[in-house]
Protein backbone atom coordinates (compact mmCIF):
# COMPACT_ATOMS: atom_id res chain seq x y z
CA UNK A 1 0.00 0.00 0.00
CA UNK A 2 0.83 3.71 -0.81
CA UNK A 3 3.35 5.04 1.98
CA UNK A 4 1.02 7.64 4.22
CA UNK A 5 0.44 11.00 3.24
CA UNK A 6 3.72 13.14 4.11
CA UNK A 7 2.07 16.60 5.52
CA UNK A 8 5.12 18.94 4.85
CA UNK A 9 6.13 17.33 1.64
CA UNK A 10 2.40 17.87 0.45
CA UNK A 11 2.02 21.15 1.39
CA UNK A 12 5.75 22.42 -0.56
CA UNK A 13 4.42 20.54 -3.39
CA UNK A 14 1.35 22.05 -3.44
CA UNK A 15 2.23 25.22 -2.95
CA UNK A 16 5.16 24.64 -6.28
CA UNK A 17 2.92 23.53 -8.13
CA UNK A 18 0.06 26.11 -7.64
CA UNK A 19 2.58 28.59 -8.33
CA UNK A 20 4.25 27.18 -10.78
CA UNK A 21 0.94 26.98 -12.73
CA UNK A 22 -0.56 30.95 -11.24
CA UNK A 23 -1.44 32.44 -14.82
CA UNK A 24 -3.43 29.53 -16.30
CA UNK A 25 -5.39 29.26 -12.86
CA UNK A 26 -5.82 32.71 -12.09
CA UNK A 27 -7.12 32.64 -15.90
CA UNK A 28 -9.35 29.76 -15.46
CA UNK A 29 -10.85 31.11 -12.56
CA UNK A 30 -11.21 34.85 -13.94
CA UNK A 31 -13.62 32.85 -16.91
CA UNK A 32 -15.27 30.77 -14.01
CA UNK A 33 -16.30 33.89 -11.95
CA UNK A 34 -17.64 35.84 -15.15
CA UNK A 35 -19.46 33.00 -16.78
CA UNK A 36 -21.00 31.54 -13.33
CA UNK A 37 -24.40 33.20 -13.99
CA UNK A 38 -24.71 31.50 -17.23
CA UNK A 39 -26.87 28.73 -16.32
CA UNK A 40 -26.04 25.12 -17.90
CA UNK A 41 -23.11 26.13 -18.62
CA UNK A 42 -21.89 26.83 -14.94
CA UNK A 43 -22.32 23.23 -14.08
CA UNK A 44 -20.21 22.23 -16.98
CA UNK A 45 -17.51 24.98 -16.06
CA UNK A 46 -17.86 23.79 -12.39
CA UNK A 47 -16.88 20.32 -13.81
CA UNK A 48 -14.04 21.52 -15.85
CA UNK A 49 -12.55 22.97 -12.64
CA UNK A 50 -12.73 19.95 -10.84
CA UNK A 51 -10.44 18.36 -14.12
CA UNK A 52 -8.02 21.24 -13.57
CA UNK A 53 -7.31 19.77 -10.42
CA UNK A 54 -6.89 16.28 -11.65
CA UNK A 55 -4.77 17.30 -14.61
CA UNK A 56 -2.73 19.11 -12.09
CA UNK A 57 -2.30 15.75 -9.93
CA UNK A 58 -1.06 14.55 -13.27
CA UNK A 59 1.40 17.01 -14.02
CA UNK A 60 -0.74 17.85 -17.44
CA UNK A 61 -0.50 21.60 -18.99
CA UNK A 62 -3.54 23.26 -17.44
CA UNK A 63 -5.79 24.78 -20.17
CA UNK A 64 -8.06 27.79 -19.01
CA UNK A 65 -10.47 27.36 -21.82
CA UNK A 66 -10.54 23.36 -21.22
CA UNK A 67 -13.11 24.31 -18.55
CA UNK A 68 -15.91 25.19 -21.72
CA UNK A 69 -15.00 21.59 -23.20
CA UNK A 70 -18.44 20.20 -24.12
CA UNK A 71 -16.94 16.76 -22.93
CA UNK A 72 -17.67 18.50 -19.13
CA UNK A 73 -21.57 17.80 -20.14
CA UNK A 74 -20.93 14.00 -20.47
CA UNK A 75 -21.23 13.34 -16.30
CA UNK A 76 -23.71 16.19 -15.47
CA UNK A 77 -26.34 13.38 -14.25
CA UNK A 78 -24.13 11.32 -12.24
CA UNK A 79 -22.40 15.01 -10.92
CA UNK A 80 -25.27 15.83 -9.78
CA UNK A 81 -26.17 12.48 -7.93
CA UNK A 82 -22.87 12.33 -6.14
CA UNK A 83 -23.70 15.94 -5.29
CA UNK A 84 -27.23 14.36 -4.02
CA UNK A 85 -25.80 11.46 -1.91
CA UNK A 86 -22.66 13.70 -0.38
CA UNK A 87 -25.38 16.72 0.40
CA UNK A 88 -28.08 13.90 2.08
CA UNK A 89 -25.56 11.97 3.83
CA UNK A 90 -22.97 14.56 5.44
CA UNK A 91 -26.57 16.38 6.29
CA UNK A 92 -27.62 13.34 7.94
CA UNK A 93 -23.94 12.68 9.65
CA UNK A 94 -24.19 16.61 11.20
CA UNK A 95 -27.23 15.78 12.89
CA UNK A 96 -25.01 14.10 15.26
CA UNK A 97 -23.44 17.58 16.68
CA UNK A 98 -21.16 17.91 13.52
CA UNK A 99 -18.55 15.82 14.18
CA UNK A 100 -19.77 12.83 12.37
CA UNK A 101 -20.45 15.44 9.34
CA UNK A 102 -17.08 16.61 9.27
CA UNK A 103 -15.15 13.44 9.00
CA UNK A 104 -17.43 12.63 6.65
CA UNK A 105 -17.03 15.49 4.63
CA UNK A 106 -13.12 14.72 5.02
CA UNK A 107 -13.56 11.28 3.50
CA UNK A 108 -15.89 12.00 0.81
CA UNK A 109 -13.79 14.97 -0.66
CA UNK A 110 -11.95 13.19 -3.25
CA UNK A 111 -15.42 11.61 -5.06
CA UNK A 112 -15.57 14.48 -7.14
CA UNK A 113 -12.32 13.98 -8.56
CA UNK A 114 -12.89 9.89 -8.66
CA UNK A 115 -16.00 10.30 -10.44
CA UNK A 116 -14.52 12.19 -13.50
CA UNK A 117 -10.83 11.20 -13.18
CA UNK A 118 -12.12 7.35 -13.00
CA UNK A 119 -15.36 7.55 -14.45
CA UNK A 120 -16.94 5.77 -11.62
CA UNK A 121 -20.78 5.41 -10.64
CA UNK A 122 -21.36 8.28 -7.96
CA UNK A 123 -21.67 5.82 -5.10
CA UNK A 124 -18.18 3.58 -6.26
CA UNK A 125 -16.60 7.18 -6.44
CA UNK A 126 -17.60 7.84 -2.33
CA UNK A 127 -17.18 4.18 -1.47
CA UNK A 128 -12.99 4.59 -3.03
CA UNK A 129 -13.06 7.91 -1.70
CA UNK A 130 -13.84 6.95 1.70
CA UNK A 131 -11.28 3.79 1.63
CA UNK A 132 -8.60 5.86 0.74
CA UNK A 133 -8.71 8.28 3.04
CA UNK A 134 -8.71 6.18 5.67
CA UNK A 135 -6.13 6.68 8.32
CA UNK A 136 -5.04 9.83 6.83
CA UNK A 137 -8.17 12.35 7.54
CA UNK A 138 -6.28 14.34 10.44
CA UNK A 139 -3.50 14.74 8.02
CA UNK A 140 -5.64 16.11 5.63
CA UNK A 141 -7.17 18.40 7.73
CA UNK A 142 -3.97 19.59 8.92
CA UNK A 143 -2.82 20.78 5.24
CA UNK A 144 -5.36 22.50 4.77
CA UNK A 145 -5.37 24.29 8.26
CA UNK A 146 -1.76 25.18 8.42
CA UNK A 147 -2.35 26.54 4.48
CA UNK A 148 -5.54 28.58 5.87
CA UNK A 149 -3.55 29.88 8.55
CA UNK A 150 -0.34 30.51 6.98
CA UNK A 151 -2.08 32.70 4.27
CA UNK A 152 -3.39 34.57 6.78
CA UNK A 153 -0.44 35.15 8.91
CA UNK A 154 1.73 36.33 5.87
CA UNK A 155 -1.23 38.58 4.15
CA UNK A 156 -1.39 40.03 7.86
CA UNK A 157 2.04 40.79 8.36
CA UNK A 158 2.53 42.56 4.44
CA UNK A 159 -0.96 44.63 4.94
CA UNK A 160 0.89 46.28 8.35
CA UNK A 161 3.66 47.37 6.07
CA UNK A 162 3.01 51.33 5.31
CA UNK A 163 2.34 52.24 2.50
CA UNK A 164 2.96 49.09 0.13
CA UNK A 165 1.12 46.91 2.73
CA UNK A 166 -2.24 46.78 0.87
CA UNK A 167 -0.61 45.96 -2.44
CA UNK A 168 1.41 43.26 -0.67
CA UNK A 169 -1.20 41.33 1.24
CA UNK A 170 -3.23 41.58 -2.15
CA UNK A 171 -0.90 39.67 -4.00
CA UNK A 172 -0.63 37.22 -1.45
CA UNK A 173 -4.25 36.64 -1.22
CA UNK A 174 -4.69 36.10 -4.99
CA UNK A 175 -1.54 33.46 -5.05
CA UNK A 176 -3.23 31.73 -2.40
CA UNK A 177 -5.71 30.56 -4.95
CA UNK A 178 -3.34 28.35 -7.24
CA UNK A 179 -1.54 27.86 -4.05
CA UNK A 180 -4.42 26.05 -2.62
CA UNK A 181 -5.43 24.57 -6.08
CA UNK A 182 -1.78 23.16 -6.13
CA UNK A 183 -2.43 21.23 -2.49
CA UNK A 184 -5.70 19.97 -3.50
CA UNK A 185 -3.81 18.04 -6.51
CA UNK A 186 -1.38 16.75 -4.83
CA UNK A 187 -3.44 15.45 -2.18
CA UNK A 188 -5.58 13.86 -5.00
CA UNK A 189 -2.28 12.92 -6.45
CA UNK A 190 -1.21 10.63 -3.42
CA UNK A 191 -4.80 9.43 -2.71
CA UNK A 192 -4.95 8.67 -6.77
CA UNK A 193 -1.89 6.73 -5.99
CA UNK A 194 -3.99 4.90 -3.12
CA UNK A 195 -7.03 4.35 -5.38
CA UNK A 196 -5.14 2.63 -7.89
CA UNK A 197 -3.48 0.06 -5.50
CA UNK A 198 -7.15 -0.79 -4.11
CA UNK A 199 -8.15 -1.34 -7.43
CA UNK A 200 -5.64 -3.83 -8.48
CA UNK A 201 -6.34 -5.66 -5.36
Not at 27 to 50: E, K, S
Request: contains cysteine; hydrophobic residues 60%; neutral net charge.
Amino acid sequence: MENKLNFTQTLLDGVKCGVANALPLLLAGILYIITFWIPYLNVATTIGMYKLIVALSKGEKVDPMSIFDKENFRNLSDFFLLLGLMTAGIGAACAFMFVPGIVLGIAWAYAVYFLIDKNMSPLKALRLSFDVTRGEKWTIFFVEFVLVIAIGIIAGLLGAIPKAGGVLAVIVAILAIPAAIGVEAQLFKHFSAKAEELLAE
